[in-house]
């Protein structure tokens, strides 16, 4: 069974934060009662008991209110620490140390976790596990041997929820379930249904598929045995093959043989033919002969034999010529062919020589019309009738050459003078560009000389609407001043001189006061005028106002004139 042993208390609520202010509280067995007045802070002493062991903060002090407060520290930033030494359901010694960070901001605190650290004592050595606060947690749970909401709502339970067990049902259910770790126990039987439930269907699935592969084993072992019986099939079938194989190649030879000689009997079988076909075109010629014979010789063999070279010669001489005949023939053939052709080409040329005649006829028809028109357009004589000769012509080229010439010189006579016009234009032209460009600049001169003295007047019809108000109060003034010099004037011919020096000063001082008066009154004469204009605006607004209240305007009326919020009131006093 695991046992708290100390606990160390630093800067958590009302504990001070110094080092000097730790406070230890040793717990003894069986019992520890905490007693002290209100306010002492045994809560406290419980509240630390439960955030070192579960991690639990109490409730309503995640803002940093578990801290000690900054403010009373007179800190912006407080740290707090707890340790507490326990044995662990092993009895060994553990030490779990928390710390935490609460900073003064602006308008509120902002509170930290920070490190939580075990140390254990192994094999004499100290070892440290620093850790996340979760890690932190299970590894305390696992050491003491409670589970959280024990700790939480049964051994620590804080007296805010300590009546929890009066709250309403389905709250104290759930504080049992955590107490009990029902709910742990509900998940692993819904876990364990959910993975029974799952597993049958695997089952379920895999005998499917046993069945399914069961069947396929059958069909493999039976295509195995038809395989095994069509593989010996097909040896015994590679064996006989082979066997016939090697009786085929000697017919195959054989067949060869009877082949060659088949051709020689039929070759000899042709020649037979092409023997008696000829033996019976001989006798048959024979026959011929003897019919056609006229005369048997009657001489010698010798002698026939002679005749018959004769006649063989005189054959072979007039085959020759009549191969010589028949290659001139075709020479005569190709000659007549090639005379056809240049005849067809000279007939195209024909063709085309007689249309170029007819076009130059018509040209010279045309020329000749010309020439007559021009010879009339330049007053030529003697080419009133076409045809004309070699001889006009050359005299009439002449002619419009000279002609040409003359109007090329008087052209370029022309030109010149052209040119020179042009030129002179130009000249002008520039002139009144510069011109032009002066006045323009001269215009833009006057027109900012306008705009400035418009400006002027501007300026000074305000100003002189300005003076207006105050030029009868000038006017008064002049003839008091006026007045004032008459008095002056007469006052210095009746007086003397060192008295009238004083009160030339004073007069002056007068004068003096008198201007400032008048500036002053000037001022008051513009304010009074501002003021003038904003009670117009005022009015305006309330007559806009009222016709609103009316609903005699529309609304685009009223939201585009004055807007009511840059409105400044009048100074008060004035209005
Ligand atoms: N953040 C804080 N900083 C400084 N002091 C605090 C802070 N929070 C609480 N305190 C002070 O800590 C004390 C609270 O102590 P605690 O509630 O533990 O006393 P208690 O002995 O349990 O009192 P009770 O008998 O009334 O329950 C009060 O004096 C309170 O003013």
Redesign the pocket.
């Known amino acids: 069974m695991s046992r708290i042993d100390k606990m160390s208390i630093l800067g958590v609520?009302?504990f001070g934060i110094e080092d000097k202010d730790i406070q230890v509280i040793s717990f003894f067995s069986p019992l520890t009662v905490?007693v002290?007045?209100?306010?002492?802070?045994?809560?406290?002493?419980?509240?630390c008991l439960r955030y070192a062991t579960s991690g639990e903060l109490p409730p309503g002090s995640k803002g940093?209110?578990?801290?000690?407060?900054p403010k009373?520290a007179h800190e912006t930033d407080v740290r707090a620490q707890i340790r507490l030494l326990f044995s662990d359901v092993n009895g060994e010694k553990v030490t779990i140390q928390r710390s935490m960070s609460?900073t003064q901001k602006a308008k509120n605190y902002s509170f930290k976790s920070l490190e939580q650290v075990i140390t254990r004592i192994k094999d004499g050595e100290k070892v440290s596990l620093s850790s996340k606060c979760g890690d932190m947690d299970r590894e305390m749970i696992s050491s003491l041997g409670v589970s959280k909401p024990v700790l939480n709502h049964v051994i620590f339970c804080h007296?805010e929820e300590s009546n929890w067990p009066l709250s309403e049902g389905k709250a104290l259910k759930e504080k049992f379930d955590a107490i009990f770790a029902a709910t742990k126990y509900i998940k692993a039987l819904e876990t364990m249904r959910q993975l029974r439930h799952k597993q049958t269907q695997t089952v379920k699935e895999c005998q499917v598929e046993l069945r399914y592969l069961k069947q396929n084993k059958e069909k493999a072992q039976q295509i195995r045995e038809t395989v095994a019986t069509k593989e010996a099939q097909l040896m015994a079938s590679r064996d006989s093959v082979q066997q016939i194989e090697d009786r085929i190649t000697p017919l195959e030879n054989q067949l060869t043989d009877i082949d060659t000689k088949l051709g020689k009997v039929m070759k000899l079988d042709n020649d037979i033919k092409a023997l008696e076909s000829r033996k019976k075109q001989m006798e048959q010629d024979n026959k011929e002969l003897e019919e056609t014979m006229e005369q048997v010789f009657q001489g010698s063999d010798e002698q026939l034999q002679d005749v018959y070279q004769n006649h063989q010669r005189t054959v072979k001489q007039k085959e020759r010529r009549l191969a010589d005949n028949q290659k001139e023939l075709e020479k005569a053939g190709r000659e007549c062919q090639r005379l056809n052709r240049v005849k067809a080409d000279l007939l195209v040329e024909q063709g085309r020589l007689r249309l170029e005649a007819d076009r130059h006829m018509d040209n010279i028809m045309t020329r000749d019309t010309q020439v007559r028109s021009l010879s009339s357009y330049l007053g030529l004589e003697g080419y009133d009738r076409p045809p004309f000769s070699d001889l006009q012509l050359d005299s009439f080229h002449r002619h419009v050459t000279e002609r040409l010439e003359q109007e090329k010189e008087t052209v370029s006579q022309v030109m010149a003078e052209l040119q020179e016009k042009e030129q002179r234009k130009q000249q002008s032209i520039d002139d009144m560009r510069d011109k032009k460009t002066g006045l323009e600049r001269t215009v833009e001169l006057k027109r900012d000389l306008q705009g400035k003295k418009q400006q002027e007047l501007r300026d000074i019809r305000a100003q002189l609407q300005r003076l207006e108000g105050s030029s009868s109060r000038l006017q008064e003034l002049e003839s008091e001043l006026a007045k004032v010099e008459r008095e002056l004037h007469s006052t210095i011919q009746s007086s003397n001189v060192e008295e009238l020096k004083n009160e030339v000063g004073e007069l002056q001082r007068e004068k003096t006061d008198l201007d400032h008066s008048q500036r002053r009154l000037d001022k008051e004469m513009e304010m009074l005028n501002t003021h003038t204009t904003a009670r117009t605006q005022m009015d305006m607004l309330n007559r806009e106002k009222v016709s609103k209240q009316r609903g005699e305007f529309p609304e685009k009326e009223l939201t585009s004139g004055f807007n009511l919020d840059n409105f400044e009131l009048p100074l008060p006093g004035i209005l």
Request: hydrophobic fraction near 30%; charged fraction near 20%.
């Open positions: 609520r009302s905490l002290g007045p209100n306010g002492a802070g045994k809560t406290t002493i419980i509240e940093g209110a578990f801290v000690h407060d009373d609460c007296q």
